[in-house]
C-alpha cells in the first residue's frame, strides 16, 4: 500500500520526514556558516499539512514582503525547494558576504541580486543533496530563480505546481538561524507520491 | 457600516455596498471582480487554476478552477437580482513569480489563468472593463462594491485604481 492522501501519513512518517529536514538544513546550515563566517545554528524542523489558503499564512502572513529563492527537485523525487528570508536576514547575509551597505529589500542591487540567489543555490543544494544521499534517490535541481514579494503570492508557487487539484500540501519547514536570533526558511514541499519514494529510499515501507 | 470581507485562496464572496472585499497576495492566481453597478452588489473571486481536470478522482472545490468558480459567482450574483446586461468585470494577478528556466510550466500557469478567465468572462458575456495582469510581482486587490473601483496593491510599486 502506499501514501494517497496525506491525512494517511501517520506520526512515525512525519517523524521521518522531520528528520530529513533536519539532516538537510544541518548541512545547509554548515555550508551558511562557512560562507559567511558567522556561527550559524537550526531550529527543530516542522512537517505541515496545510490547507493552500493556511499555506499563504505561513511565514508572516500573505503580505510580508521576503525574498525568496527556489528551486525545482525532479528525478526520482518531485518536489519544490525554497529558501526564504526575511529584509534582516538579507542584510545580514550582503553584509556579510559583499560588505555593502544594505538599503532594504526595495532597493536591491543588481550584484546584491545575485549573490542572494547564490547564498540560496548553496544552501538549497546542501540541502537537497544531503537528503538524497540520505534516502538513495536522484534528486536533481534546476538553477535557482529569486524573487522579492510578498510570501503569499511566493507561496501559491509551490501549493499549485506540487498540490495541483489536491487541496493539502506538506511542508518541511527549517529554521536556519543567525547568531542575533535571525531566523530564514528553507521549505521543501514534496508531491503525494514522491512521499512514497523517499520512505522506500529509506527502508521503510509504508503500511 | 462597511465590512471587509476576506476572500481566501479558490474563494469567493459576494457583498453589498457600503462593504469592501479584499484577496491578498495573488501570484499566478488571478481575482475577478463583478458587479452590477445599479443594485451595487459585486463579487470577488480568487482562482487557483484555469479548468478543473474532467477525469479529476480529487474532490477539488469547484471554486478553485475558472470555469467552475466564474459561472457559480454569476449565477449567485443573479440570485440576488443582478442582470447580467449591468455586469462588469475587472481582473488582476496571473504573475509569473519565478523565472526558472527549463521549467516553463512553472511560469505558464498565470498567463494560462488570464487566457482562461477571459475566455470564460467572454463565453458569459461579461465585459471586462480594466485588467492589471501578468509581469512578475504579486497584488493584493481590494473591491469597493460601491463605486466598483478595483485597487491593486503591490511590493514596492504604486497603488493602481482600476
New interface residues.
Partial sequence: MSIEKLDQLGDMYIDVLRELGNIGSGNAATSLSTLLNTAIDIGIPSVKIVD??EA?CLLG???N?VV?I???VSGDVDAMVMFIIDEQFARLVLENLLHQTFEG??NLTQLQISALSEVGNIMISSYVNSIAEMASLKMKL????????????????P???IG????QVIFIEDDILSQEGLTSKILLVPSIESLNKIMHGLGLEVL | MSIVHNV????MKIAKDPDTLIT??????VGICVFDSKLKIGGLAHI??PY??ST?S?N??KL?FADTCIPFMLTEMEKLGCSRMRMAAKIAGG?K???????S??GN?GERNISAVREILKKERIKIFAEDVGL?????VSFEVEGGAMQVRS??KPLKIL
Fill in positions: 493552500i489558503n499563504a502572513g500573505p503580505e514582503i525568496g527556489l528551486a525545482k529589500c526595495a534546476t538553477v535557482p530563480a529569486i524573487s522579492v514579494d510578498m510570501v503569499g503570492a511566493m507561496l501559491c508557487v501549493s499549485i505546481e495541483e487539484v489536491s487541496d | 481566501g485562496i479558490a474563494d491578498y497576495a495573488l501570484g499566478s492566481c487557483m487554476l478543473m481536470p479529476s480529487y477539488s472545490t478553485k504573475a513569480m519565478f523565472e526558472v528556466e527549463g521549467e510550466s512553472i500557469i512578475n510581482y504579486g497584488r493584493t511590493y514596492a
